[in-house]
T-cell receptor, first 115, second 110 residues
């Protein structure tokens, strides 16, 4: 299966600043997703990153707060904008492999703490 | 009602025990079902897919009851290394992204 990496692995940020998280897959994948896992909680889908077009956001998440880029089939970024302590969470990118594949794989996550 | 519901546990069992986790899902049109395992401070990893006919992988057995919208995972002969959070995961009809339960924490004790 493909290898997926995220940068940074962790960060501590000040309130009001923004952080961009990068996700790189070592092969072309059909679909990429961004999830959030708040402390003690399960994973919540933020958005589907669409290659070459705007991301599709889930209810409760908006582009102004979580802008996403996906310039090609192997790379995506998620920005957490104007951060507050409530944004402290683990952010995970995920992908589906070849067309028709059913299994979703996850990156190692970015642990974000907002002070 | 949550889309996927699980007992959060924790389940504390001795080594060698058999333990079962259950999960219910609300969308009757859901198409794919999985169990993922998540170790502390790590990303979720696929443990096994769940098929209507039931499936087994070594000490792990998964079953699906579509009529009751119920999924189960049975772990036999528990090992210390089985200690983790087990996530019940569903792919709703018409969607490619997964929906996660809140997870059931298992602690296997020596």
């Amino acid at each position: 299966s493909a290898v997926i990496s995220q940068k940074p692995s962790r960060d501590i940020c000040q309130r009001g600043t923004s952080l961009t998280i990068q996700c790189q897959v070592d092969s072309q994948v059909t679909m990429m997703f961004w999830y959030r896992q708040q402390p003690g909680q399960s994973l919540t889908l933020i958005a589907t990153a669409n290659q070459g077009s705007e991301a599709t956001y889930e209810s409760g998440f908006v582009i102004d707060k979580f802008p996403i880029s996906r310039p090609n089939l192997t790379f995506s970024t998620l920005t957490v904008s104007n951060m507050s302590p409530e944004d402290s969470s683990i952010y995970l990118c995920s992908f589906l492999g070849l067309a028709g594949a059913d299994t979703q794989y996850f990156g190692p996550g970015t642990r974000l703490t907002v002070l | 009602r949550k889309e996927v519901e699980q007992d959060p546990g924790p389940f504390n069992v001795p080594e060698g025990a058999t333990v079962a986790f259950n999960c219910t899902y609300s969308n009757s049109a859901s198409q794919s079902f999985f169990w993922y395992r998540q170790d502390c401070r790590k990303e979720p990893k696929l443990l096994m897919s769940v098929y209507s006919s039931g499936n087994e992988d070594g000490r792990f057995t998964a079953q699906l009851n579509r009529a009751s919208q119920y999924i189960s995972l049975l772990i036999r002969d528990s090992k210390l290394s089985d200690s983790a959070t087990y996530l019940c995961v569903v792919r709703p009809s018409g969607r490619r992204a997964l929906t996660f339960g809140s997870g059931t924490r298992l602690q296997v004790q020596p």
